[in-house]
Nanobody, 122 residues
Framework: QIQLVESGGGLVQSGGSLRLSCAAS????????IGWFRQAPGKERDFVGG????????RYADSVKGRFTISRDDAKNTVYLQMNDLKPEDTAVYYC???????????????WGQGTQVTVSS
């Protein structure tokens, strides 16, 4: 078992930045890859990006490439999603999820956080 808690969401103007955190407790954090997903009202939950167990491989959705960066600090059992140049279309609830490898389909993940709201005003 691993428990995940997201934080860092909020309201930001277009062009601004936010850093989300995904803090883990429970089983050894370093054995898990972490994926970030987001869900806007009335839409499906979409893959944003992910980082592998070693932290040396990341993957991003085309919509966020060059703007979002994922990193991990295993000493703090935390994965970060740095979001720059935010746009109104980035508004969503953001979730982190854990699995042994990066996957782009949400149904593949075993553990989920409760989500954190990100709202980008124009």
């Amino acid at each position: 078992q691993i428990q995940l808690v997201e934080s860092g969401g909020g309201l930001v103007q277009s062009g601004g930045s936010l850093r989300l955190s995904c803090a883990a407790s429970g089983r050894t954090f370093s054995v898990y890859a972490i994926g970030w997903f987001r869900q806007a009202p009335g839409k499906e939950r979409d893959f944003v990006g992910g980082i592998n167990r070693r932290g040396d491989n990341t993957r991003y959705a085309d919509s966020v490439k060059g703007r979002f960066t994922i990193s991990r600090d295993d000493a703090k059992n935390t994965v970060y999603l740095q979001m720059n140049d935010l746009k109104p279309e980035d508004t969503a609830v953001y979730y982190c999820a854990a699995k042994w490898r990066i996957a782009e389909e949400d149904y593949e993940y075993d553990y989920w956080g409760q989500g954190t709201q990100v709202t980008v005003s124009s």
